[in-house]
């Protein structure tokens, strides 16, 4: 038997019932339009701390408060990824003698906005000896084996300036290709003389008792622009509005940094896989988002004193920022 009241409790309860089902497909609606508003970017990385902006603004949110739908590839060589720029991604890290070389072979690039300077308040590149080494200053590089990223990477391309500007004769240097954590088992070895080191591999080779003889990219500028990140030149111009959102996140990601390190550090745990009480002792680098011409002019007078066919290039043409 039905009791007095029961079916208006039912009809009052199939009406909220609708309207909760309906207000979840508006909610779920708007989540659609709103992920479908959000500007997508295809973005490479590379496991360090020079990118934790990025880092930041992709875990905590920022970029999607910033109307940017940003997908994250990690990389390891960033030497490999200005031909993937307007392919396989939108934006990518780099250094100038990486970008430069790259337009100049033809690929299409723009510098858009800037990530890390070198100063001598902010270091992250030392050149590390054993202890007990005769090699006391630069020109004492000459004709020695040095361990490092690369031949035509950033650390290379400066270290044989500096050589030269000390005095010594650069080209007997014989480049040797290592890993960043494998330079100090090579160094100790006796394998290599020298080791083109970056943070935090530095401050543990530091500890562990190897010498610096100094910074090779202060000799260029101090400061002197280190990273940035690069774009196809043409998806540049014609997405400042992305660009500008991206750099505004990268700000964010750098807010996070100065105000709560210790969530700064958290996600560079996360995205780097190193252990907590390594990535506790790494120093921040400096940041900075602007990127300009004339940061760029010192590089190419560089590179073209070593041979580099950059020198045609005008760098007005090869930086496009948001503003």
């Known amino acids: 038997m039905t009791m007095p009241g029961s079916r208006s409790r039912s009809a009052i309860g199939q009406k909220i019932a609708l309207l909760a089902a309906t207000f979840a497909v508006f909610s779920a609606s708007a989540t659609v339009a709103q992920s479908q508003n959000k500007i997508p970017l295809r973005v490479a990385y590379t496991g360090v701390i020079t990118w934790l902006p990025a880092m930041i603004a992709k875990e905590d949110g920022i970029f999607d408060k910033n109307g940017l739908d940003v997908t994250m590839t990690r990389f390891t060589q960033i030497a490999n990824l200005p031909p993937t720029l307007g392919k396989q991604f939108d934006l990518a890290p780099t250094t100038a003698p990486d970008m430069l070389n790259a337009v100049a072979s033809g690929i299409n690039l723009a510098a858009v906005v800037g990530n890390t300077y070198e100063s001598s ?37 400066v270290l044989i300036d500096w050589v030269k500007k000390d005095g010594g004769d650069p080209s007997g240097i014989l480049g040797v290709e290592v890993p960043f954590p494998n330079m100090a088992d090579q160094l100790k070895a006796g394998r290599v003389d020298a080791v083109e080191q970056l943070q935090p591999f530095v401050g543990a080779m530091r500890a562990a008792g190897f010498r610096s003889i100094g910074d090779p990219l202060l000799k260029i500028s101090d ?42 550090r958290a996600v560079l745990t996360k995205y780097t896989g190193l252990p907590e009480q390594v990535v506790a002792k790494i ?24 041979g580099h066919p950059v020198g045609k290039l005008d760098m007005k043409n090869v930086v496009v920022t948001p503003d």
Do not use: C
């Not at 040095?146 to 031949?151: E, F, K, L, R, Y």
């Not at 992305?242 to 969530?263: C, H, M, Q, Y």
């Open 121 to 157: 308040e902010k270091k992250s590149y030392e050149v590390l000896v054993q202890e007990g080494s005769a090699i006391k200053s630069p020109k004492d590089l000459a004709g020695k084996r040095i361990a490092g990223p690369g031949v035509g990477s950033v650390m290379h391309v």
């Open 223 to 264: 400061p002197v622009l280190f990273t940035f990140w690069i774009s196809d030149a043409d998806w540049a111009r014609k997405n400042k509005d992305a660009l500008k959102k991206f750099r505004t996140s990268l700000e964010g990601g750098l807010a996070v940094i100065n105000s709560d390190p210790t969530r700064a």
């Open 283 to 306: 120093p921040f680098p400096g940041y900075d988002f602007k990127v300009m011409p004339q940061q760029l002019d010192v590089w190419q007078k560089l590179m073209v004193e070593q």
